[in-house]
């Protein structure tokens, strides 16, 4: 059969949902800093979320060996049944839940398995509830899959968790997802304990599944940050999503794991296969010396976080209009600049431009980040001092 074709062609076009992604500030602040670097500038990167450790010697030499074993062909989708296995008992054990490996999934990075979760559960006009402020991906994969993006705030008063009447006020007939996010990104808030059987209570009543970004499960100041899935029931309509980027300095090798409920473990396979194929052999095997070597690098990492966050908690409240509660998770400063009086979009770009401190401005995260700033303290304490005393003139001068 012969297609019938316009007389004059007409130029190629984009697929209409290419407008409706969204981004992440961070990568946009990076590269504006790095091409400032290039010019000569000094810039103090407090953008980019990750930590500036090395991945551990261990950790390395896993991935290395497996390289030299000739562990560099395609993978199961879901994962090697080592790696699945012992990321099984991580979760059981650290979430006092019992999951079977099965119901585990391995993809390149945690971004990659929420970014597919919400395209598995969400068909258009479906609402999700998601932290506001929040990782901006989870908006961007909401309206991707033509969702309907229904923001939690994140209240400053509750040390940035949320409060049971505003998830109350948010779940209906339509709500298809909630995204909980503890230690949250870019405020470091974290849910506390005792709210939990009652957030599983009101979710009960609904039919949303959860999805629980737990990938700051480890960076945590005040004890645990506890999970949703721990409460009796809820692993069963649970995504409950980690990884090894945060946790073990592994930004770059791309790998996320996720224990999820029966009836999403053969879409979610699909997606994979369909996408990205599987997650490199060598990076699974880094994973099995991470999750079962030793965790001292871990403690190490978080002590030095905690030094850190006093550090940048006290230089901020220092400065002029600037207040700051002290994060529970993460290594995120969030201050509240509104005292300042240069609107934030507008104060993080001048400190980029003239003070040479690279960070972003809450409203990137939502609405509700506005009048705010995210600092990334996975710096050195050198480099948060010099960013500091930078903060400081650039307001008093
Ligand atoms: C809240 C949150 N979830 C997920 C991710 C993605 O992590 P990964 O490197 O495993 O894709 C990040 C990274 O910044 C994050 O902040």
Redesign the pocket.
Known sequence: MKRSRTAEGGAPRLAEGVGRLGTESAFAVLARARELERLGRSIVHLEI?EPDFPTPEHVATAGIAAIRRGETGYTPSAGLAEFREVIATELAQSREIEVAAGRVLVAN????L?FLTILAVCDPGDEVIYPDPG?PIYESAIRWARGLPVPLPLREELDHSFSLEDLSDRLGTRTKLVII?SPN?PTGGVVPAEDLPAIAELIRGSSAWVLS?E??RRIAYDGDAPSIASVPGMIERTVLLD?L??TYAM?GW?C?YAAVPEPLVDPLTRLITNSVSCVPAFVQAAGVAALTGPQDCVTAMVDEFRHRRDLVIGGLNALPGVSCRSPRGAFYAFPDVSEVRIPSQRLADRLLEEAGVALLAGQGFGAHGDSHLRISYANSRAQLDLALDRIRSFLSG
């Open positions: 979320g990075g945690a971004k990659l929420l990782f996010n990104n970004d990938v700051y990884g980027s945060k930004t791309r996320g």
